[in-house]
């Protein structure tokens, strides 16, 4: 840890800066409930996002993407590290150390967006209610002024203000998470945490909350910190991307960069799972001739897929984390922990070898789709 | 395209369910065919009817659902006999699944070792109480004439087969204290015990991470060059599909609305729904932060099907007065079939493209 706790936030286009973050969760065992370890559930973090921008984080499951989202806003306490966040008024805070009953005017400013827009709305309360909650609690505007301004919030998601008398059953799954987009908008937020916000959505109603989103962070100059899996979706709304790992950020860089010349292995495999909807570029079918493949005959080539499973956060394997299932794994490696490395303005690595590796990206063909 | 008759065949298949508040038409006359030794991809949104469909196969629906009408024959290939199928059919050509009796013994013949079903979210499906062997083992033996010994060596092998390491030891494990990617291995593991010719995996993968997805999807294609086995694939996930399947039948609200080899529904799609719903998804290789062309509206509630062809409230190509009246039947442009009335008279004319 830096020995200088400064609280103050350098580029004047970051709005948060976050800073060797840490969060532990005990492992408890047995009658008497004893410490057995901890999971390192997000293991010195640092990154931070530009006033305007989407950052996403991306990773797989019990990785720590939505810790570190939900440390961000302070839901969780962290065990250690800053979070810098540039108010409206120009101040730099650090919601990490504020204490709890001062935070209150900041959640005015940072606001959630669910991944489950069914269990995220109250079935008791009309759209009126669960719109109007956050001025109600923030004691903003009378009776009158809160209805316009649910009106004009519902209009600004692209659902008819008649509807704020209704309960939350009567709508749709992509209605229901454009009701979810509303409430968070509510205060005039500046940071909006989307937790996998179209992954419990169907397919043709995902590209409608994402042209909303992109639409939406156009027309009010919103910041995103984007959590998701699902890469196709993050990188056609991601301007950097945050790839991690067992608790640990292993690449940070713009988003074409990223997906078009990793650094980092386990990228590059990330990006190499992600089925491609396209028969043409299957693995191991040559050319673009559609002629169909008679099942059985003989072995089809595959891609490279990773082998094993993610380490377990509780007990990560010695030196990098990634050693174990890494294809272009060392001595080194096994060893020694690498460091989190800007190898080139703007890009961020955590591997020891990203300098001599040529790893495989994904290429956007000109001309195609 | 295939001069044997397919191994599967599904015709104007309805499964409705018959709930206190009205009926549900989740399978809504539906047809396709499966061959032998290749992938069908069945893509669809929530409420099209793809699971009810595997499980009516399997004659699996649950009451208040029941088979109101259609028919699923499976044949045997004269070509290749198969045992299990010989078995099932007791000395017939072929069988309608839907005319037996659930619990009978045909059906009973049928379901593990002729037709196996991977379920979308294994934890669910094994019992947290046996052992993972212990409930392969039972599989085995309820169609293998063998011992228990026998069936052990087999899960073991099986086991193996699907990648699991140390099998030996994993064979006496619970469920709980495998991995969900292990775990997912171990039902397709118990799937395969009996060598079935057609393996459902209904959305195999959709509760897994990216890379054990693609382990599971290695996994099922080396299984199927191995065994040449059919696999009906049940996904929302065109990416899926696209890898996976020889042939794809897209669903809407309880019906096959297109159906082709994969290349010509990926890039020669005819169907309004099928183009839209191409267009909509992001790829790992469109260019970013445009906007991705919508299909506006959302599914209907099932008590409320809309009349006619089931997309026309949604439909950019909705013809007034034709649409809404009858449900267009399947028309075949070239080796695709699509229901929709754009094609109604236009069908073998306009094959070439």
Redesign the interface.
């Known amino acids: 840890m830096i020995a200088t706790k400064n609280t103050t936030i350098e580029r004047d286009d970051v709005l948060l800066e976050v800073r060797h973050l840490k969060k532990f969760f005990p492992v408890r065992r047995g009658v008497l409930r004893r410490l057995v370890g901890h999971v390192r559930a997000v293991d010195d973090v640092t990154f931070d996002v530009r006033a305007g921008e989407t950052l996403a984080l991306v990773g ?2 019990g990785c720590g993407k939505t810790t570190t989202a939900r440390c961000v806003l302070r839901a969780i306490a962290p065990n250690s590290g800053q979070i810098l966040f540039r108010t409206e008024a120009g101040q730099v805070v650090d919601v990490a150390a504020m204490a709890r009953h001062s935070l209150r005017p900041l959640r005015r400013e940072m606001q959630m967006i669910f991944q489950d827009p069914f269990s995220s709305l109250n079935p008791r309360m009309t759209l009126l209610d669960i719109v109007g909650e956050p001025l109600i609690v923030n004691g903003i505007g009378s009776r009158s002024e809160r209805i316009d301004r649910v009106a004009e919030l519902l209009r600004l998601v692209g659902l008819r203000p008649e509807y704020m008398r209704r309960f939350p059953h009567a709508f ?4 229901r998470q454009r009701i979810g987009i509303a409430r968070a908008l509510a205060l005039h937020p500046r940071l909006l945490v989307a937790d996998e916000p179209v992954s419990a959505l ?7 909350i ?2 909303l989103m ?1 639409d939406l962070q156009e027309r009010l100059g919103l910041t995103y910190l984007f959590v998701a ?1 699902d ?3 993050v ?4 301007d950097r991307v945050a790839v991690m790992y067992v608790g640990q950020m292993v690449e940070l860089t713009e ?2 960069r990223l ?1 078009a010349t990793p650094k980092h292995p386990y990228t590059e ?12 570029r ?2 191991g079918r040559g050319g673009s001739d ?1 002629a ?5 005959s ?3 080539p ?2 490279a ?3 094993g ?2 380490a377990n956060p509780a007990a990560p394997p010695s030196g990098c984390y990634f050693h174990p299932r890494c294809p272009y794994v060392v001595d080194l490696c096994r060893n020694m922990a690498p460091s989190w490395n800007e190898i080139r303005p703007g890009h961020w690595v955590r591997c020891h070898r990203s300098e001599e590796l040529k790893l495989r990206g ?4 000109v001309g ?2 | ?1 295939d001069q044997a008759p397919p191994f599967l065949s599904v015709r104007d298949l309805k499964t409705y369910f018959y709930p206190d508040e009205g009926i549900v038409r989740a399978v809504d006359g539906v047809t396709f065919d499966i ?4 992938t069908l991809g069945i893509v669809g ?2 409420g099209c009817g793809k699971s009810v469909t595997a499980r009516s196969i399997l004659r699996i629906v649950e009451s208040p659902g029941r088979i109101v009408g259609g028919s699923i024959v499976l044949r045997q290939d004269i070509t290749r006999p198969d045992p299990d199928v010989q078995a099932a059919l007791d000395g017939r050509a072929e069988i309608d699944l839907t005319q037996v009796s659930p619990e009978g013994r045909e059906m009973r013949s049928v379901r593990g070792a002729v037709v196996s079903l991977v379920f979308q979210e294994p934890m669910s499906s094994f019992s947290p109480v046996h052992t993972v062997g212990n409930q392969i083992i039972e599989a085995i033996r309820l169609h293998r004439n063998v011992s228990k010994r026998e069936a052990r060596d087999r899960a073991i092998e099986l086991l193996r087969r699907v990648g699991i390491p140390r099998a030996e030891q994993r064979v006496d494990e619970y469920t709980f204290q495998l ?4 775990r997912q291995r171990a039902m397709i593991a118990m799937a395969l015990s009996c060598d079935p010719l057609l393996l459902i995996a209904d959305e195999p993968t959709t509760a897994l ?7 599971i ?2 996994l099922l ?2 299984l ?2 191995q065994n ?1 086995m059919a696999i009906m694939l049940i996904t ?8 996976m ?3 794809v039948a897209v669903m809407y609200l309880g019906r096959v609305v297109e159906q082709g ?4 529904i ?2 020669a799609p005819k169907h309004p729904y099928t183009r ?3 267009e ?10 445009v ?5 506006t509206g ?2 209907p509630h099932p008590y409320n099907r809309p009349k006619g062809c089931p997309f026309h409230p949604r439909c950019v190509s909705y013809m007034r007065g034709v649409c809404e009246r009858d449900i267009p039947a399947l028309s075949t442009i070239g080796r695709q079939q699509v229901s929709c009335y754009l094609y109604e008279n236009t069908s073998v004319a306009a094959a070439g493209e």
């Open positions: 797989e499951s749709s799954g992509g209605q169907d397919v043709s109603v995902q590209a409608q994402l042209n992109l899996h890469l196709s979706v990188k056609h709304i991601s988003a074409p997906f495999a990330l990006l190499a799972s992600i089925p491609d909807p396209d028969p043409r299957r693995p559609g169909s493949p008679d099942g059985s003989g072995e089809r595959r891609r897929v990773l082998s499973e993610v994904v290429e956007t063909p195609v789709n | 395209m061959r032998r030794g290749a949104e929530s991995s969900g990617g292990l991470d990216v890379t054990t997805q693609a382990q999807l290695d294609q080396e199927q060059d040449g929302h996930n065109l990416g899926v599909i696209a890898e399947a020889d042939d080899p994969v290349d010509d990926f890039h839209a719903l191409l909509s998804i992001p790829s790992i290789h469109s260019v970013p932060r906007k991705l062309p919508t299909i959302s599914i």
